[in-house]
């Protein structure tokens, strides 16, 4: 799609509550503070507090990847693990790179009347202080980032974003989910919402439209556009 096209703008019409995803459609959490470094420093801070080397691919570079090897490997570890995360993901937000398309859809949501809930396997407190700092705490009802040491809540499980539907008391045909990943269509399609997919580099519109997503675009304001 390269312009607001009618089947977006009808998409978005009965829509009352926007479930977002943070991590691409808001902001790029790891664009300053590296994926891998962050990674990196997770294993380290886990080692130096114990004695044992934590467990976990040596390999991989996606620290909620490697949240949830730890959590599988190591229960006794996943609160701590969860915990140090979520202040490497702070520190992350605060040199990140902000979508100007995603504050245009938090801001065209208010002047329309529409919730948003930031549903997120990231964090809570880092979604938190990344919207504090940029003065958008205002045009977000509701948080929903990974339940703290138990990484089996991140999508493409449902239950976040089942959460954020329960608080706002909105049925799933009242609600559209707006993310960058073909899990966030997955746990859109589980919990009965119609999924965006927002493909923000090469290849990943392939990846979200065969996941189901129901419109896939490659900007944040051709999203704000059609709520307009
Ligand atoms: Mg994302």
Redesign the pocket.
């Known amino acids: 799609m390269t312009d607001a096209s009618p089947s977006l703008v009808d998409l978005l019409r009965p829509v009352k509550h926007v479930l977002l995803?943070?991590?691409?459609?808001v902001c790029s959490v790891f664009a300053g503070l590296a994926a891998p470094e962050v990674a990196r420093r997770l294993r380290l801070g886990l080692l130096a507090a114990s004695e044992q080397a934590p467990p976990g691919d040596e390999t991989e570079t996606d620290p909620l990847a490697l949240l949830r090897l730890i959590a599988d490997a190591r229960p006794d570890l996943a609160v701590a693990a969860d915990a140090a995360l979520a202040a490497l993901e702070t520190e992350a937000v605060r040199i990140g790179r902000p979508n100007p398309g995603g504050e245009s859809v938090l801001r065209a949501c208010a002047r329309s009347n529409r919730a948003v809930s930031v549903v997120s396997n990231n964090a809570g407190a880092a979604i938190e202080a990344y919207l504090s700092d940029h003065g958008l705490s205002g045009y977000v009802t509701g948080i929903f980032g990974r339940s703290p040491g138990d990484p089996s809540s991140m999508k493409p499980n449902p239950r976040l974003l089942l959460a954020a539907m329960d608080a706002a008391g909105s049925r799933p045909d009242e609600c559209i989910f707006i993310?960058?990943?073909a899990r966030?269509v997955e746990a859109g399609y589980a919990a009965g919402v119609a999924t965006i997919g927002y493909a923000n580099k090469p290849g990943k519109d392939t990846r979200l439209s065969s996941a189901g997503a129901v419109v896939v675009v490659d900007s944040m304001q051709l999203i704000a556009d059609a709520l307009a």
Do not use: H, V
């Open positions: 995803d943070f991590d691409g459609p993310g960058d990943a966030d």
